[in-house]
């Protein structure tokens, strides 16, 4: 058959129409596989788009999780705050029932009022006669306080007295100390004065007592007794010059008689003058004036022997001669006696006045001590007084801080009671005016965004659901495409049916056709310009679908770290 058409259009020179009916067929195959290589496309995009709205999905799902747990979270939020409005309005309703409840009591109590001012006026005398025990009774408290203040103004003053007796105490120290300081001066200046006149003393009783030893041996070798050949004259003479060296002593006397009471006299006399000077005589001194004393009374008995002997002489000489020379052996060993007596008695006043003078210096070097000791207590009393005028300064300083501070502080908190209590009042109306407004602000933020979160999830579930459609109708318009390409190929085919059967046909009719395919042509080609453009739209709608996930994701991420905030 193929040949027979060969033949045929060769008898009929239709080959060149042949041959571009050929190309036209190459070009429609060549379309229709570009067609299915768009449909391949479009296939891989629809598998693609199918992932991407699986991942939307998933991705809604985890963002409806997400929402879940935060609208379960403010439900709980709204929950607590439901109840504590509802406690809010329990409150309020009980204050209220409290209002009704005084009110009604209010009312009761005027009504019992009004009762009793018509019923009884002796309620009203007797409420009268209470108010008057109050304002009694007020009367005495105030009579009473200002008995407590009386009570602080005694105080205060006892309190004063106190001080000004500290202060008067503290001056009497003063003038102590100030009177101590001139004796102390008074001894420096008396000590040596005192020095002076003890030695001075010293040297005059040294001079006076001291007795001279010369003049002591010059009459104890120069007086003899007499012998035998005296007369009872001669006798009495010798016992005068007797009586005369046993006086050497003391002073001269006269008669024998006497000569024994002034001896007597003159013992009593030294043994007076030495206890009177010598306030602080030794065992020894003592000791000589009692040899002193005996002495003296040998003296007198051998006085009385001689009177006893010149008694006897005048009746017998010879007696008297013995009797004389046994009063004249008598006489040289009484004044032998009394010689040495005398010269141990000048040495034992001589000691004396030496351990007066040793004991005198030891009495100034103890006033000396006691001296600096006064002057080492009169410093440590000075140390005192200023250790007292320290601590009493601070104390009276602080005395009258305390009397003066009840009064500066009952002002003060009258003054600031005063002044205060308006402002505490406006400040804490302020700070409940700004915790309302605070508290306020607060939940409108929170609504604010809450509101704003919701409207972004609108919005993107608003582009969610566009971009669904404009896919939903692209896929439309390629299904229709494909359908009007479909329906080309059907067409291309019967005319190419209809040009094989139309071989026979004249050359116009062969124009004709060929006029009618390029047609056909130019619409494919505008369908394939369509399909480009839908593409691209189809490539921009992916883009954006893209843009939306990251969008989505950066949401999921900050609700994720909301969620973590809240969390902890």
């Given at each position: 058959m193929?040949?027979?058409?060969?033949?045929?259009?060769l008898?009929?020179?239709?080959?060149?129409l042949?041959?571009?009916?050929?190309l036209?067929?190459?070009q429609l195959?060549?379309l229709?596989?570009?067609l299915l290589?768009?449909?391949l496309?479009?296939?891989?995009?629809q598998?693609l788009l199918l992932?991407?709205?699986?991942l939307?999905?998933?991705?809604?799902?985890?963002?409806?999780?997400?929402?879940l747990?935060?609208?379960?979270?403010?439900?709980l939020?709204?929950?607590?705050?439901?109840?504590l409005l509802l406690?809010?309005?329990?409150?309020l309703?009980?204050?209220?029932?409290?209002?009704?409840?005084?009110?009604l009591?209010l009312?009761?109590?005027?009504?019992l009022?009004?009762l009793?001012?018509?019923?009884?006026?002796?309620?009203?005398?007797?409420?009268?006669?209470?108010l008057?025990?109050l304002?009694q009774?007020?009367?005495?408290?105030?009579?009473?306080?200002?008995?407590?203040?009386?009570?602080?103004?005694?105080?205060?003053?006892?309190?004063l007295?106190?001080?000004?007796c500290t202060?008067l105490?503290i001056?009497?120290?003063?003038?102590?100390l100030l009177l101590?300081q001139l004796l102390?001066l008074l001894l420096?200046?008396?000590?040596?004065l005192?020095l002076?006149?003890?030695?001075?003393y010293?040297i005059?009783?040294v001079t006076?007592?001291?007795p001279d030893s010369?003049?002591t041996?010059t009459?104890?070798?120069?007086?003899?007794?007499?012998?035998?050949?005296i007369?009872?004259t001669s006798?009495?003479?010798?016992?005068a010059?007797?009586?005369?060296t046993t006086a050497t002593?003391t002073?001269?006397?006269?008669?024998?008689?006497?000569?024994?009471?002034?001896?007597?006299?003159?013992?009593?006399?030294?043994?007076t003058?030495?206890?009177?000077?010598?306030?602080?005589?030794?065992t020894?001194?003592?000791a000589?004036?009692?040899?002193?004393?005996?002495?003296?009374?040998?003296?007198?008995a051998?006085?009385a022997?001689a009177?006893?002997?010149?008694a006897s002489?005048a009746a017998?000489?010879?007696?008297a001669?013995?009797?004389?020379?046994?009063a004249?052996?008598?006489?040289?060993a009484a004044?032998t006696?009394?010689?040495?007596?005398?010269a141990?008695?000048?040495?034992?006043?001589?000691?004396?006045?030496?351990?007066l003078?040793?004991?005198l210096l030891?009495?100034?070097?103890?006033?000396?001590?006691l001296?600096?000791l006064l002057?080492?207590?009169?410093?440590?009393?000075q140390?005192?007084?200023i250790?007292?005028?320290?601590?009493?300064?601070?104390l009276?300083?602080?005395m009258l801080?305390?009397l003066?501070?009840p009064?500066l502080?009952?002002?003060l908190?009258?003054l600031?009671?005063?002044l205060?209590?308006?402002?505490?009042?406006?400040?804490l109306?302020l700070?409940?005016l700004?915790l309302?407004?605070?508290?306020?602000?607060?939940?409108l933020l929170?609504?604010?965004?809450?509101?704003?979160?919701?409207?972004?999830?609108?919005?993107l579930?608003?582009l969610?659901?566009?971009l669904?459609?404009q896919?939903?109708?692209?896929l439309?318009?390629?299904?229709?495409?494909?359908?009007?390409?479909l329906?080309?190929?059907?067409?291309?085919l019967l005319?190419l049916?209809l040009?094989?059967?139309?071989?026979?046909?004249?050359?116009?009719?062969?124009?004709l056709?060929?006029?009618?395919l390029?047609?056909?042509?130019l619409?494919?080609?505008?369908?394939?310009?369509?399909?480009?453009?839908?593409?691209?739209q189809l490539?921009?709608?992916?883009?954006?679908?893209l843009l939306?996930?990251?969008?989505?994701?950066?949401?999921?991420?900050?609700?994720?770290?909301?969620?973590?905030?809240?969390l902890t």
């Open positions: 193929m040949l027979l058409l060969l033949l045929l259009l008898q009929l020179q239709l080959l060149p042949l041959l571009l009916l050929l036209l067929l190459l195959l060549l229709l596989l570009l290589l768009l449909l496309l479009l296939l891989l995009l598998l992932l991407l709205l699986q939307l999905l998933l991705l809604l799902l985890l963002l409806l999780l997400l929402l747990r935060l609208l379960l979270r403010l439900l939020l709204l929950l607590l705050l439901l109840l406690l809010l309005v329990l409150l309703l009980l204050l209220l029932l409290l209002l009704l409840l005084l009110l009591l009312l009761l109590l005027q009504l009022i009004l009793l001012l018509l019923l009884q006026p002796l309620l009203l005398l007797l409420v009268l006669q209470l008057l025990l304002q009774l007020l009367l005495l408290m105030l009579l009473l306080l200002l008995l407590l203040l009386q009570l602080l103004l005694l105080l205060k003053l006892l309190i007295l106190l001080l000004l202060l105490l001056l009497l120290l003063l003038l102590l101590l102390l420096k200046l008396l000590l040596p005192l002076v006149v003890l030695v001075c010293y005059a009783t006076i007592t001291t010369a003049t041996t009459t104890t070798t120069t007086t003899t007794c007499p012998t035998t050949t007369t009872t006798l009495i003479t010798t016992t010059t007797a009586t005369t002593t002073t001269t006397t006269t008669t024998t008689t006497t000569t024994t009471t002034t001896t007597t006299t003159t013992t009593t006399t030294t043994t003058t030495i206890t009177t000077t010598t306030t602080a005589a030794t020894a001194a003592a000589a004036a009692t040899a002193a004393n005996a002495t003296a009374a040998a003296a007198t051998s006085n022997a009177t006893s002997a010149a002489a017998t000489p010879a007696a001669i013995a009797a004389t020379n046994a004249a052996t008598a006489c040289t004044t006696t009394t010689t040495t007596t005398a141990t008695a000048a040495a034992a006043t001589s000691a004396t006045d030496l351990l003078l040793l004991l030891l009495l100034l070097l103890l006033m000396m001590l001296v600096l002057l080492q207590l009169i410093l440590l009393l140390q005192l007084i250790l007292l005028l320290q601590l009493l300064l601070p009276l300083l602080l801080l305390l003066l501070l009064l502080l009952q002002l908190l009258l600031l009671l005063l205060l209590l308006p402002l505490l009042l406006l400040l109306l700070l409940l700004l309302l407004l605070l508290l306020l602000l607060l939940l929170l609504l604010l965004l809450l509101l704003l979160l919701l409207l972004l999830l609108l919005q579930l608003l969610l659901l566009l669904l459609l896919l939903l109708l692209l439309l318009l390629l299904l229709l495409l494909l359908l009007l390409l329906l080309l190929l059907l067409l291309l005319l049916l040009l094989l059967l139309l071989l026979l046909l004249p050359q116009l009719l062969l124009m056709l060929l006029l009618l390029l047609q056909l042509l619409l494919l080609q505008q369908l394939l310009i369509l399909l480009l453009l839908l593409l691209l490539l921009l709608l992916l883009q954006l679908l939306l996930l990251f969008l989505l994701l950066m949401l999921l991420l900050l609700l994720l770290l909301l969620d973590a905030a809240i």
